[in-house]
């Protein structure tokens, strides 16, 4: 079946333009996360969706990132003004997650964005 | 708060080789997941293998295995039998269970060499 999806798969703007992210989740996975992950770092945490829970919003850096996800699908990834320290790979991942949890995460490709 | 530890930044293996990679974690909790996982350098991060903490037996997927020592808290993953598509990031994971989130380490870059 198809695996999580993510666009575009590179994004290059220019300091202080708006960004939109996109990520398609696998269908039926009921938890959706937001990662970044900066030149040969690790996974930095920026948002997580369950159901119609409200988010996990404790990993957003600043209140210029935001995120939605519509219909419990679909999640837009927002980041206003940006800045060069903003560059980095955003990695979108869905999981089977409920009340339960345990269930392994499934990534999509990234997107990588370079602000200039 | 749990934390996540690689301590090897880089690694390299001769085909055909063994290779162990370590993984240390700090929590309370008493339930947990683990989880490796593997990044080539197409960016595709793809699962390898799950251990879950009430399992006393090591978790094993074909060349994969994992020593999971729960007192140690410690989650080292051994890849037998190299091959260069190997050749990747390792990201050792930890979420709690009940839970969602997911702690990452910062990673093992590992190459295999012919």
């Known amino acids: 079946g198809a695996g999580v999806s993510q666009s575009p798969s590179n994004k290059v703007t220019e300091k202080g333009k708006d960004v939109e992210l996109r990520c398609d989740p696998i269908?039926?996975?009921?938890?959706l996360y937001w990662y970044r992950q900066s030149l040969g770092q690790g996974l930095e945490f920026l948002i997580y969706f369950q159901g119609n829970s409200a988010p996990d919003k404790s990993g957003l850096p600043s209140d210029r990132f935001s995120a939605e996800r519509t219909g419990g699908s679909v999640s837009t990834l927002t980041i206003q003004r940006t800045q060069q320290e903003d560059s980095a790979v955003y990695l979108c991942?869905?999981?089977?997650?409920?009340?339960?949890?345990?269930?392994?995460?499934?990534f999509g490709p990234g997107t990588r964005l370079t602000v200039t | 708060a749990q934390t996540v530890t690689q301590s090897q930044p880089e690694m390299s293996v001769q085909e055909a080789e063994t290779v162990t990679l370590s993984c240390t974690y700090d929590?309370?909790?008493?339930?947990?997941?683990l989880f490796w996982y593997k990044q080539p350098p197409s960016r595709q991060m793809i699962l390898v293998i799950r251990q879950e903490a009430y399992k006393q037996q090591n978790a094993t997927e074909n060349r994969f295995s994992v020593n999971f020592q729960k007192a140690a808290k410690s989650f080292s993953l051994k890849i037998s039998d190299s091959q260069l598509g190997d050749t990747a990031m390792y990201f050792c994971?930890?979420?709690?269970?009940?839970?969602?989130?997911?702690?990452f380490g910062t990673g093992t870059s590992l190459t295999v060499i012919p």
């Open positions: 991942a869905s999981s089977l997650s409920g009340t339960g949890g345990g269930y392994e995460q499934y």
């Open positions: 929590t309370s909790e008493s339930n947990y997941y």
């Open positions: 994971a930890f979420m709690k269970h009940p839970g969602n989130q997911f702690y």
């Open positions: 269908s039926g996975h009921t938890a």
